[in-house]
């Protein structure tokens, strides 16, 4: 369908400054100073446009020029049961995954689909000519697959081959999607390493991550959902985190929401959670420390091994940099919580029991972090408060449908050379 393309600006989270978009621009240009560059949309008040698909509706602030077929959107609502359960009177969820029943539709039961219909809808006509590298540790590599399958749309998927039982779809993917994967034992900062090879050939460019603005601003949309949905942007928000770029989305979400003026001054605390053992933002939080601390990459990969939530297996997130997710906590009067397996399968276990469906292992652990936050008198009765299911409705969704697995074209040794991956894939084709 037609549609007239997004209008903003971008600016320098780390300076001030600001400039148009030059295309695909992930990094501010000449600043030395590593932060995020954030969009700046010339609609300062937001007009949910509901004739168009999924979470186009907030196309007003995303920045995009295209929309693509097949677009979900997360659903708010409010809670009953569970609300119940923890003494809590204005508990609203936002769930992202498969749950018609509510109106729910993503077809990857994760809320990584926002993400990708704001990423893949902000492509030109010269990019798509190209093929797009996107490195995922499951839930994003699945997303991506579908809209990318979908759109026909030239995608290579960088994954774990621990984390490809991740990749399930309803049907066989077009082949203009290929996967490769880093052997058995890697972790997501070893794909990382190899779609960053593989992007420094011709042909092939970066989908950015979280520097990637239109990655945040979709996933922004979940903030965007609950605080149209209530009338008034939450006091608390809770998520869990792997890199920790949803929670930015929500922040920076929040600030524009703000702007727009109808839905209140304050900035809902970001009350985010790891799962135990691998937790580098959660010990560096509660050491009140912006860097990271030191943590050994044989470690790190141990500890991603033993999380039941293996999305939340970010080795390098943008926690440090100028408006990334240290600011973010900072900015708002958040807080940090760790989770063990144990903690979030019995999470998980209440809010299917108590909400009718189930939940991702990431979600689990964020419903944790909530039930310890009301243990700990963080949060009280009255307080309104979102809670991101970030995927769910999987169990329903495999029972109702055939499901099919996507199969890697290759599987590199994390110390394959740089020569062997660039000649392995110059030879494939889309």
């Known amino acids: 369908m037609f549609f007239n393309p997004t209008k903003y600006h971008v600016l320098s989270v780390a300076n001030g400054d600001t400039c148009v978009d030059s295309r695909w621009m992930l990094d501010f240009p000449g600043s030395e100073k590593p932060g995020m560059v954030r969009a700046v949309y010339e609609k300062k008040q937001l007009d949910v446009n509901e004739s168009l698909e999924g979470l186009y509706r907030f196309a007003d602030w995303l920045p995009i020029k295209n929309v693509l077929k097949g677009a979900s959107c997360p659903v708010t609502y409010k809670s009953e049961k569970i609300a119940k359960k923890l003494g809590l009177n204005n508990l609203f969820i936002t769930f992202n995954g498969w749950n018609p029943e509510i109106g729910a539709i993503m077809r990857t039961c994760s809320f990584k689909e926002t993400e990708a219909y704001s990423v893949c809808g902000r492509l030109c006509d010269s990019q798509r000519e190209k093929v797009m590298v996107v490195s995922s540790a499951g839930n994003t590599a699945r997303a991506f697959a579908q809209v990318c399958s979908d759109n026909n749309i030239n995608l290579l998927l960088t994954v774990p081959e621990d984390n490809i039982n991740a990749l399930w779809f309803e049907k066989p993917l077009n082949p ?164 063990t397996n144990e903690e979030a399968q019995n999470a998980s276990d209440l809010f299917e ?58 599987v590199f040794s994390v110390n394959a050379t740089k020569d062997e991956i660039k000649n392995f894939v110059s030879k494939l084709k889309w």
């Open 353 to 410: 029991e108590l909400e009718g469906i189930d939940i991702h292992p990431a979600a689990g652990v964020a419903t944790a972090s909530l039930i310890q936050a009301v243990e700990n008198k963080q949060v009280k009765a009255d307080d309104i408060v979102m809670l991101n299911i970030t995927g769910g409705g999987e169990k329903l969704f495999k029972s109702t449908h055939e499901i099919t697995y996507l199969k890697p074209d290759h």
């Open 176 to 339: 203009c999607v290929k996967l490769l994967c880093t052997e058995s034992g890697s972790d997501y900062f070893d794909a990382i390493d190899l779609g960053n090879i593989i992007c420094e050939m011709d042909g092939f460019f970066a989908e950015g991550g979280a520097k990637n603005i239109a990655r945040r601003d979709g996933m922004g949309t979940t903030m965007l959902s609950a605080s149209t949905f209530i009338g008034r942007i939450p006091d608390f928000y809770f998520q869990a985190v792997g890199s920790g770029t949803g929670a930015i989305a929500a922040w920076e979400a929040n600030l524009r929401l703000i702007e727009d003026g109808r839905f209140g001054n304050n900035k809902a605390k970001l009350y985010v959670s790891q799962n135990k053992p691998f937790t580098p933002m959660y010990d560096a939080w509660k050491q009140h420390s912006r860097a990271l601390l030191p943590y050994d990459a044989g470690q790190a990969r141990r500890d991603a091994s033993e999380i039941c939530a293996k999305v939340l297996s970010n080795r390098k997130p943008p926690y440090s940099l100028c408006g990334g997710l240290f600011d973010a906590m900072e900015d708002t009067g958040g807080d940090f919580f760790a989770v």
